[in-house]
């Protein structure tokens, strides 16, 4: 057996040797004499990279294009392509309500987070007293299972839980207020328990976009006599804009996709896209979960897509 | 900032109190629900401290016929979870890591990508799969679905583990005499294990957190999850609450001794080793 040998940084070599043009006697050698040197070669790294990328293949890929097949496949006779799964799907109101109620949770759950992370990552930004212990208590969700995030607001908006107690106790209301219901209140709901699970990530996110601002910035904008407020404006949020895109992006993502915190808290009776999904495919009605799988993918795609659209333009615009 | 007690100083710490408080409320609540008898929850009225201490509901939770089976196939399922993830995401890592900047780029973007995909997208075809390869139930059935939101995620913390060894090593390695794999083995390796460490309890700590693919491959046996997820819909709200403090314990104890290593730079591959 040979002992492979080193891989040879690619390109010409050492400066000290000028190249000289190969003899025209010695060709290039052909194709497959090369492929066998590159074998040779890098034989290891194929051999290294080749299980994950066959995992990523057949485990993620292979489904996802099952997935998008099925959705088109009759459930009936398996006729293909149809759009009778599609057909079937938005003409029922309950995906017309996991649909919006997605669309809802994401957007109510990303603006909280963004607003009471940023609120968050300021403070932290700053030094006082004591800033360790509200780093840890302000972390201490990323520490606990979605589920359980899920599993513990029952009991803070349950008819006799404790947020309709304390806006009992508050005088603000009289009768308790059933909140994990359909409409605006569930997707309040839902959007409140995710927002308390996911804030500290998009704290450390907006954290390290902060600590990477450079601190002549504000020494500058100080000397000019600009306001705290006027600072923030137009100095920390422009630089920060490259942080918070990257915790808007991962938190859509991940708010779309939201599944435990809507099964456990409301069931049914909040249907979000990937339970929706989950309750078809329960039900025995793969090829429309495949369809609403699809819609869902579809969603996030366009999603990310039309963020990266909207702050190119504005950037080109400024 | 200054010592005297301004009113922006006092409001100040007014809104990092508040903040405090809600972030550890909804745990505490649990706790208090798992501790409380039922004249403290099921009433109108709920009291906002535990007037009437018991611990029947731990007692009931904690019998081993209730809590092993459920807690061992997690801890089977989280641990198999941590270690295949890491057997089959280091060594590609190292590659992709040793890869020209642009297409190390490229690659750890599209490792990213695959978080767009919705799981539920990809759980519904493996679900059928698995039934007719007869994975359901099974402690391998679940590593296996598991490691699809962890391997991309492993990989992508490791790229930044081995972008840091400085390549020399290798190279003088090689120099002594050293294959690449020996290289690799001797060298490489015990640099990279302390990232290779959070990055398998991060793997860990997903497994054990896992609902979705649980609920979609397991129709006899039950995770831990799952069991919380079973009682909450039964509506027993004690056996709720107890059971989500048992999953949140070995969580948050994790998480907080990982504190130095989840920052920001964890999301985008940098871990410090």
Do not use: C
């Not at chain 1, 949770?105 to 930004?125: K, S």
């Not at chain 2, 535990?50 to 989280?78: D, G």
């Not at chain 2, 519904?124 to 991309?152: E, S």
């Not at chain 2, 609902?211 to 039950?222: F, G, V």
Request: no cysteine; hydrophobic share 55%; aromatic share 10%.
């Amino acid at each position: 057996m040979e002992v492979s040998r080193p891989p040879v940084a690619p390109g010409p070599g050492p400066a000290a040797l000028p190249r000289v043009p190969p003899p025209l006697a010695a060709p290039r050698p052909a194709l497959p004499e090369r492929l066998r040197r590159g074998w040779r070669r890098h034989w290891l790294d194929v051999a290294l990279v080749v299980p994950l990328a066959a995992y990523i293949l057949g485990f993620t890929l292979l489904p996802v294009l099952q997935s998008i097949a099925l959705g088109f496949t009759a459930r009936f006779g398996g006729a293909f392509p149809t759009l009778a799964n599609y057909e079937d799907l938005f003409a029922r109101p309950d995906f017309g309500l996991a649909v919006l109620n997605t669309v809802g949770i994401t957007l109510i759950g990303v603006a909280l987070e963004l607003v009471v992370g940023l609120a968050i990552a300021l403070m932290l930004a700053r030094a006082f007293p004591l800033r360790g212990l509200f780093r840890t208590l302000v972390l201490v969700p990323m520490g606990v299972p979605t589920l359980v995030a899920g599993a513990a607001m029952l009991y803070i908006v349950g008819v006799n839980g404790y947020l309709n107690e304390l806006l009992f106790r508050l005088g603000l209301i009289d009768a308790p207020i059933y909140w994990p219901q359909s409409g605006p209140k569930g997707m309040f709901v839902i959007a409140l328990a995710d927002m308390w699970k996911t804030t500290p990530i998009v704290v450390l996110i907006l954290l390290a976009g902060l600590e990477a601002i450079p601190r002549d910035v504000y020494e500058a904008a100080s000397v000019d006599g600009a306001s705290a407020w006027r600072q923030f404006r137009d100095h920390t949020l422009p630089l920060l804009m490259p942080a918070i895109t990257m915790a808007v992006i991962l938190r859509a993502i991940d708010a779309f996709r939201i599944f435990d915190i809507a099964l456990v808290l409301a069931g049914r009776s909040v249907p979000v896209m990937s339970t929706f999904v989950y309750f078809e495919y329960f039900f025995g009605n793969l090829n429309t979960a495949a369809g609403a799988a699809t819609v869902l993918l579809l969603m996030i795609v366009v999603f990310v897509a039309g963020y990266f659209w909207l702050v190119e333009r504005r950037r080109e615009a400024v | 900032m200054s010592t005297a007690w301004t009113p922006g100083r006092v409001g100040f710490y007014a809104l990092a109190a508040l903040f405090g408080l809600l972030a550890v409320a909804p745990l505490a609540i649990l706790l208090k629900v798992s501790l409380s008898g039922p004249e403290d929850v099921l009433v109108q009225h709920p009291p906002f401290w535990i007037w009437h201490p018991t611990t029947e509901h731990w007692a009931a939770v904690l019998k081993p016929e209730v809590i092993w089976p459920p807690l061992r196939k997690s801890l089977v399922v989280a641990t198999g979870t941590a270690v295949l993830a890491v057997v089959i995401a280091a060594p590609a890592a190292y590659v992709i890591a040793r890869l020209p900047r642009g297409w190390r780029y490229g690659v750890v973007l599209a490792l990213l990508f695959t978080r767009m995909f919705p799981e539920v997208i990809i759980a519904t075809p493996i679900a059928v799969t698995f039934l007719r390869a007869g994975l359901i139930d099974t402690d391998i059935g679940l590593i296996l679905a598991h490691l699809i939101r962890n391997l991309p995620f492993v990989a992508w913390i490791l790229v930044g583990t081995f972008e840091v060894i400085p390549r020399d090593l290798e190279e003088a390695s090689w120099v002594d005499g050293n294959g690449r794999l020996g290289t690799l083995w001797s060298v490489v390796l015990p640099l990279a294990l302390p990232g290779i460490a959070v990055a398998a309890i991060f793997a860990w700590l997903d497994s054990w957190n896992d609902l979705l693919y649980a609920i979609y491959l397991l129709l006899a046996e039950r995770t831990l999850p799952l069991m919380t997820y079973y009682f909450a819909n039964r509506g027993s709200v004690f056996d709720v609450a107890t059971f989500s403090v048992v999953l949140t314990v070995p969580v948050l104890v994790l998480t907080l001794l990982l504190q130095q290593y989840i920052r920001a730079g964890t999301l985008g591959g940098a871990v410090k080793g």
